[in-house]
T-cell receptor, first 113, second 111 residues
């Protein structure tokens, strides 16, 4: 199994600013992901965080808006850039072990005013 | 493109009832299916993982079944308790990197 922590747990930010969310896994994992959950909706995959290379983004998400880093096998960051109220969501870090079971962090609740 | 549907969207039951949550998916070529629980404003807790070669998995009062050919999974909760109140999400792994989620079933168990 994998235990995932995220920082911050929540934040209130002003329009036009940026926020970086950190994700730490307690063991080395093969894959890490970032999801967004908008109010009342299910989860949507933003991107797969690749170690040592550029992240793989899903349709509708771009690197300029959501830059991602993954410097090693246990850590990743997601930045939400130039925020607008539409970016208010829960952002979830996720990791997959070698048996393809996927684990999630507690989430970061972001409110943009 | 894989699509996952969960029925019902919401369910309210008295404590002690046995209940069934349903999940259907459009593409039967899956690696596995995972059931999660999400409490309000929180992250996801993995409940059960069923590999494509398996028919069911059990954990305590929870039992999940998988019928890959018909594109269906059910989560059975026995003797429900107020602490079971949460949103239950079904997610399908159709490839190397992507989990596709349903919209969830919001369960309320009243004392």
């Amino acid at each position: 199994s994998a235990v995932i922590s995220q920082k911050p747990s929540r934040d209130i930010c002003q329009r036009g600013t940026s926020l970086t969310i950190q994700c730490q896994v307690d063991s080395q994992v093969t894959m890490m992901f970032w999801y967004r959950q908008q109010p009342g909706q299910s989860l949507t995959l933003i991107a797969t965080a690749n170690q040592g290379s550029e992240a793989t983004y899903e349709s509708g998400f771009v690197i300029d808006k959501f830059p991602i880093s993954r410097p090693n096998l246990t850590f990743s960051t997601l930045t939400v850039s130039n925020m607008s109220p539409e970016d208010s969501s829960i952002y979830l870090c996720s990791a997959r072990t070698s048996v393809y079971e996927q684990y999630f962090g507690p989430g970061t609740r972001l409110t943009v005013t | 493109k894989q699509e996952v549907t969960q029925i019902p969207a919401a369910l309210s039951v008295p404590e002690g009832e046995n209940l069934v949550l349903n999940c259907s998916f459009t593409d039967s070529a899956i690696y596995n299916l995972q059931w999660f629980r999400q409490d309000p404003g929180k992250g996801l807790t993995s409940l059960l993982l069923i590999q494509s070669s398996q028919r069911e998995q059990t954990s305590g009062r929870l039992n999940a079944s998988l019928d890959k050919s018909s594109g269906r999974s059910t989560l059975y909760i026995a003797a429900s308790q107020p602490g079971d109140s949460a949103t239950y999400l079904c997610a399908v792994n159709s490839g190397y990197s992507t989990l596709t989620f349903g919209k969830g079933t919001m369960l309320l168990v009243s004392p």
